[in-house]
């Protein structure tokens, strides 16, 4: 296995993690922008974008977005449910999209991590670029300075 | 409502979060209060097979005891 896959393998692991414990019925963009800043990302770091500022980023995308329609996040006030630790949690649309485009930034080399990180960055709509955006991160700055 | 499309597409996705996390949360809720998979599922509005494929499994790890009816 290759750095590189040995690497997103391990970051697929801990964003399937991150969906499950969310309660999300796949695995996203935006678990997977969570996974690369926990396993360290020299590029999100040095834009101030720790795993705790992206979370914070993240819960405002989600109350901000329901909003929109009126309805508050902070109404639902059930006990967290349980974990399902049997789910089976597939990648989806954006996670998909977002591999697409890791591939192409590394543009028929072999890819590194930061290709993976450009892969999510790329996206112009969704709920990472909405999260980014609400939280006054600017998404394009970023992709700069990831490609330093 | 926004004029931006962006918003409306946000908010749909949104809502669908929204309503995963609330499913987990409110069939637990139930069947910790003795609810019935039958009744679960038609308050859900959904078949009772589906309701336990999706949440017998998660419901006994998290110690839940469970009617059969």
């Given at each position: ?11 697929l692991?801990?964003a399937t993690?991150?969906a499950?414990?969310?309660?999300a019925?796949t695995v996203e963009?935006?678990h997977l ?56 949690l597939q990648p989806g649309?954006?996670v ?53 | ?69």
């Open positions: 296995m290759s750095g590189f896959d040995r690497y997103l393998k391990d970051v692991e801990s993690e991150e499950r414990r969310q309660g019925a963009a935006e922008l969570l996974a690369i800043a926990a396993a360290g990302s020299p590029a999100l770091d040095a834009a101030g974008l720790d795993q705790a500022a992206i979370r914070a980023a993240l819960d405002r995308e989600f109350a901000h977005s329901l909003a929109t329609v009126g309805v508050s996040a902070a109404a639902f006030d059930l006990p967290p449910a349980t974990p399902a630790k049997d789910r089976r649309a954006s998909r999209l977002a591999l697409e485009r890791t591939f192409v930034a590394a543009a028929g080399r072999d890819p590194q991590p930061a290709h993976l990180l450009l892969g999510i960055l790329a996206a112009e709509v969704g709920i990472v670029p909405r999260a980014l955006a609400l939280a006054g991160f600017d998404r394009v700055a970023l992709i700069a300075r990831v490609h330093g | 409502m926004s004029d931006d499309p962006a918003d409306a597409l946000a908010a749909v996705a949104a809502l669908r979060r929204l309503a995963d996390q609330l499913e987990d949360a409110a069939v637990e809720q139930a069947m910790r209060a003795g609810w019935g998979w039958p009744k679960v599922a038609e308050a859900l509005g959904v078949t009772r097979q589906a309701v336990h494929k999706k949440h017998l499994k998660r419901l006994e790890a998290a110690g839940v005891e469970l009617r059969r009816r």
